[in-house]
């Protein structure tokens, strides 16, 4: 059974930080590229971070690219995403899911990712 536990959401004042985590089971982690996705209330799901398994380019969406980093340990199953310089627009729950092809085409389509996780809150303040 694979599980995708996402952890690291909060309450930040816009300018602060935070860091996302996203345990992976019951899969080859190092076999799956891993993506963040976000969807604020009222709106739809939207891209915000891909990175390969096999060590490739690493792609963001255009509003948090210089803010945010993606990472992954796959000794420890784990990507994250590390968030500098939080904006209110940010705020949103924040979701990894992953998916076998590692190529980088079509890395924010949503829908070719096979596993989900449940979502972790991130609120940041004005």
């Known amino acids: 059974q694979v599980q995708l536990v996402e952890s690291g959401g909060g309450l930040v004042q816009a300018g602060g930080s935070l860091r996302l985590s996203c345990a992976a089971s019951g899969l080859t982690f190092s076999r799956y590229a891993m993506g963040w996705f976000r969807q604020a209330p009222g709106k739809e799901r939207e891209f915000v971070a891909f990175i390969p398994w096999s060590g490739g380019s690493t792609y963001y969406t255009e509003s948090v690219k210089g803010r945010f980093t993606i990472s992954r340990d796959n000794a420890k199953n784990t990507m994250y995403l590390q968030m500098n310089s939080l904006k209110p627009e940010d705020t949103a729950v924040y979701y990894c899911?992953?998916?076998?092809?590692?190529?980088?085409?079509?890395?924010?389509?949503?829908?070719?990712?096979?596993?989900w996780g449940q979502g972790t809150q991130v609120t940041v303040s004005s």
């Open positions: 899911a992953g998916r076998r092809s590692d190529s980088g085409n079509n890395y924010s389509n949503g829908g070719l990712y096979a596993y």
